[in-house]
């Protein structure tokens, strides 16, 4: 099953940019990998500074 989650970064190319330089990052570890399969049910994403947004999938 695969899951999209829609950010608020203008462009697929600005995301890429803020992977590169660390500014993803996935239940407090940077996310290095566009193609990273997640394990498990709760997930907190962070965007920069400021912006987290906490995924929560239901089976």
Do not use: A, C, W, Y
């Not at 990273?36 to 906490?54: A, H, T």
């Amino acid at each position: 099953m695969k899951t999209f989650i829609v950010l608020h970064v203008p462009s697929g190319s600005e995301f890429r940019r803020l992977v590169k330089q660390g500014g993803i990052q996935l239940n407090q570890e940077k996310v290095v990998d566009l193609e990273q399969l997640l394990q498990g049910n709760d997930f907190v994403l962070r965007v920069g500074k400021k912006k987290f947004i906490r995924i929560v999938l239901n089976n």
